[in-house]
C-alpha cells in the first residue's frame, strides 16, 4: 500500500521504478561496479588487467582488516550519490545502501559504523555510516554499535 501513496524512485534520476527494483534500467547500467582487476585485499583497482593480487601497500604494510566489500569505483553516480547522502542527508539513501551492502553474504557477529571525528559529526549532525549500518542491522537482524 505505501509503495502505491509513495512509489519508488531511482536514486539516481529520480524516475519511477518497480519496488524490487534499487535503480532504474538505464542507472544500473551506467552503475561504476568495480573491475575484475583490483587488489584481493582493499579492492584498490589496477589499470592493467591483471590477474588479481595484493597491491603495493597491502604487501608493505600490515592491515587493520581482514576483508573489503565494496559497492562500485567512486565515481560517477556512485560518488554523487555519497556526496547527496553524506551533505544533504537524504535519508533515503541509507537504505538503498543498506540494501546494496546486504546482498554480500552475511558473515558478521557486529556492525560497526566508522566513527565520525566529533567536529564533523557537530557541523553534519549526523554519521552518514552509521545511518547505513542501523539499516542494514534490519536487513541482516544482526546488531550495530556505534560505540566500539
Ligand atoms: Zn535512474
Ligand atoms: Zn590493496
Known sequence: ?????????????????????????????NWPR?????CTLCLFP????????????CLTYESAFEEVKALGLYTGDL?????????QKEESLALFFAKLFSQFQNQ??????VPLHFKKLRQRGYNQSALIAKNLSKQWQIDWDPFC
Open 108 to 113: 558478521y557477529d557486529l556492525i560497526i559504523p
Open 79 to 87: 560518488k554523487n550519490l555519497i556526496l547527496k547522502f553524506k551533505f
Open 46 to 57: 589496477f589499470k592493467n588487467n591483471d590477474e588479481p593480487h595484493l597491491c603495493g601497500d
Open 1 to 29: 500500500m505505501w509503495s502505491w501513496i509513495f512509489p519508488k524512485r531511482c536514486p539516481v534520476c529520480k524516475i519511477f521504478i518497480k519496488d524490487e527494483d534499487d535503480l532504474c534500467l538505464s542507472c544500473e547500467q
Open 34 to 38: 568495480l573491475k575484475s582487476a583490483c
